[in-house]
């Protein structure tokens, strides 16, 4: 196998005012599950074994190809999906050897697993990916209540859960575990249960999303039909709120809307994105941001197969951003920190002042009560952070 420094704790990660964006955040779509879930519309297809070994030659040869493209260090390695975690420890392997060998790496880059709880039920599973060097787990939880686990189309269960939460407690991994609320029909109690219950086995990171109904997935269309409950706005913000406050009690740092972490332990790789740093997404439906243009793998696992080996380039789509798209989503992705933006790194990688662009928008949000400043830091206020989406579209 090969070999990754095992070295699983991270020194805190203070903020600066001008972004390093000399380094690099790689992404890998495994896009295969055991089964898909009712809420999610990310690209993934069932696990069929022959399909899993075309589609991991396929993604060396694109990492191999791609590797000259990419000249900065890598700090993270993140592997999403769909379920990584179904893959064999030699197919993960495989994929970080080429890695090693066409990448930069920076010393001690986290390499981050997507875990479903259902594939995470020895210490032999855990003890294969520390080998590997993967120092970072991001364990699909959701739920600790089986009526939720099924109704989101979950494939573990409660026990599951909690069995694959011992090892992890018991080990010194650097563990995420994702929480879902705002569920239809569910109370601000019921996830705040489940949280009280996840801070048993105190992680080192808790992210809790609140559940996106995307068009055309079953649960969306179970709600449109009038077949679920909907949960009112006074509900899911006062679940919010509890969230906040018993994860503060527990010493956790909530830096980003929907990510809590204990200090120093902040996920390194989704920071690339809302620090605005580029990165470089592999296998179908993969995206990447180089700063200046933004590139999509095709979502069709069918056509990133296709002409291979022969081709080693795979179907995508190139988007060239301009100034004010660029503005506008370093504006959207930097104000999902609770540190919010900074007038000098703002100023540095545009070469203009942010008052000169927003003077007018940042003035009627803080007339509003949505942002607030502190020296060159501009913020969401609390209130902000309900209602985020309203401060975002003020700078589309």
Request: net charge positive.
């Amino acid at each position: 196998m090969s070999k990754f420094p095992r070295k699983l704790l991270w020194p805190c990660w203070s903020a600066v005012a001008v972004i390093d964006r000399n380094q690099l955040a790689l992404y890998l779509h495994v896009p295969f599950c055991w089964q898909k879930c009712s809420y999610c519309d990310f690209y993934s297809r069932p696990a069929e074994p022959k399909i899993v070994r075309l589609y991991l030659n396929r993604l060396a040869e694109e990492l191999k190809f791609r590797g000259p493209d990419w000249q900065k260090p890598v700090t993270s390695i993140y592997f999403g999906g769909g379920t990584p975690s179904l893959l064999s420890p030699a197919a993960l392997d495989k994929i970080l050897q080429v890695i090693r060998d066409n990448y930069r790496l920076a010393p001690n880059p986290e390499i981050t697993l997507e875990v479903n709880p259902g594939d995470l039920q020895s210490q032999t599973v855990l003890d294969n990916w520390q080998e590997l060097g993967i120092n970072r787990i991001s364990l699909g939880v959701q739920s600790l209540q089986q009526v939720e686990l099924k109704l989101l189309g979950r494939s573990h269960s409660v026990s599951q859960a909690r069995r694959s939460l011992a090892f992890l407690a018991k080990s010194e991994y650097n563990y995420n575990v994702d929480l879902i609320s705002a569920l239809p029909g569910q109370q601000a109690e019921d996830h705040l249960q489940n949280l009280v219950e996840i801070l048993q086995y105190r992680p080192r990171h808790i992210s809790c999303y609140n559940l996106q109904l995307e068009p055309g997935t079953p649960l969306a269309e179970r709600m449109k039909q009038g077949l679920l409950p909907e949960i009112s706005e006074e509900e899911d913000a006062r679940g919010y709120q509890q969230t906040r406050q018993q994860l503060k009690k527990q010493n956790y740092q909530h830096y980003e809307i929907s990510n809590f972490a204990l200090p120093g332990f902040k996920c390194r790789h989704n920071l690339a994105y809302w620090e605005f740093r580029p990165y470089a997404g592999f296998g179908p439906a993969a995206c990447s941001f180089n700063l200046r243009e933004r590139r999509k793998n095709q979502a069709s696992l069918r056509d990133y197969l296709a002409d291979s080996p022969r081709n080693p380039e795979v179907p995508h789509e190139i988007s060239r951003l301009d100034q004010q798209d660029l503005k506008a989503e370093y504006l959207f992705m930097g104000f999902r920190l609770l540190q919010g933006i900074d007038r000098r790194d703002f100023r540095s990688f545009f070469q203009q002042s942010l008052a000169d662009c927003y003077s007018r928008e940042i003035a009627g949000l803080k007339e509003e009560g949505l942002l607030a400043e502190s020296g060159d830091k501009i913020y969401l206020t609390g209130r902000g952070l309900l209602l985020a989406n309203h401060v975002f579209q003020a700078f589309l």
